[in-house]
């Protein structure tokens, strides 16, 4: 069986267990139990599931079965609460099982509601902002620190501040990552920039498809120091910017004209090195 791949330890610096294999767990043991006797966590995190990826997986039931079992407790009621393997509960309905194999954990609700949320941030299919949740959520709920917290996870102190701190970038920042169209180091470099600045520096990662280096710079470039002002603003001519749209397709940093007072000036283009002035020479030659 391949490692489960996510935050680390996880729910085996919880419980002293990994949840895959629950059977080494001194306080769970396997059974197979009757799907109708299996409820859903009211608690759990996870209230969303692709129904497409919910009958490819029951297709796959059908054929091969289920090879990991589900996670439950056992409640007052007889009933069993999952504690983690409800998409698989759910597929498995739809492949018409009458039952399903599980390991059956003697837990409390304080760390059922932990267990729940952490499997939760352990799916590999999560972006950098529902881990973030996750996670908030643990110290929140959980009332944990985020000492605790990396202990619980197992990630370092730094990683967890990391990912709490997307949570305080404005909501187009966090909306961009979740959607797949910034990284997690763009997002990490916009947290550096002025708060009035964040939303600049994500159009121009979006915009202009930076690497993560190039807004780190871009990051230090807005940190220095700004020019005194000019004693007065000059209105430009259109002229300059038609320009400057021209110019942009082929440049991707920012393009400054400045003018003279004898009515001549110069164009000013920024480069991050010196790989970005060779592909800035590559476009010319295409285009000639």
């Known amino acids: ?106 837990v409390d609700d304080e760390n059922l509601h932990a267990m729940a949320l952490v499997e939760n941030i352990q799916r590999q299919d999560l972006n950098a902002i529902e881990i973030a949740l996750g996670m908030q959520r643990l110290i929140d709920e959980c009332h944990l620190t985020q000492d605790a917290l990396s202990e ?43 708060a009035e600045k964040q939303l600049h520096v994500l159009k121009r990662c979006v915009k202009k498809q930076l690497s993560v280096r190039q807004a780190e710079e871009l990051v230090r470039t807005l940190a220095e120091p700004a020019p005194a002002p000019a004693v007065e603003e000059e209105e430009y001519p259109e002229s300059y910017s038609r320009l400057v749209e021209q110019l942009e397709p082929v440049f991707s940093q920012d393009i400054a004209i400045k003018r003279t007072k004898s009515g001549g000036g110069k164009i000013v283009i920024g480069f991050a090195d010196d790989t970005e002035l060779e592909r800035f020479i590559e476009r010319f030659s295409q285009r000639s």
């Not at 039931?61 to 409800?86: A, C, F």
Request: avoid cysteine; hydrophobic fraction near 40%.
């Open 152 to 194: 619980k996870v197992g990630k370092k102190r730094s990683s967890v501040s990391n990912y709490l701190r997307l949570l305080k970038l404005p909501d187009e920042v966090q909306l961009a990552l979740k959607e797949g169209l910034i990284s997690m180091g763009h997002a990490k470099a916009i947290a550096g920039a002025p």
């Open 1 to 106: 069986m391949k490692p489960q791949k996510g935050l680390g330890r996880g729910l085996d610096a919880i419980f002293g267990t990994d949840a895959v294999d629950a059977r080494l767990a001194p306080m769970s043991r396997m059974a197979e139990i009757d799907i109708a006797d299996i409820i859903p966590n009211p608690t759990q995190p996870r209230t969303q599931f692709d129904e497409e990826a919910l009958d490819e997986l029951a297709d796959s039931i059908r054929q091969l079965g289920v090879i990991q079992p589900v996670t439950v407790k056992k409640s007052d009621n007889g009933k069993y609460i999952i504690i983690s393997g409800e998409r698989r509960w759910r597929a498995a309905q739809r492949a018409d099982l009458k039952s399903l194999p599980a390991y059956i954990r003697e």
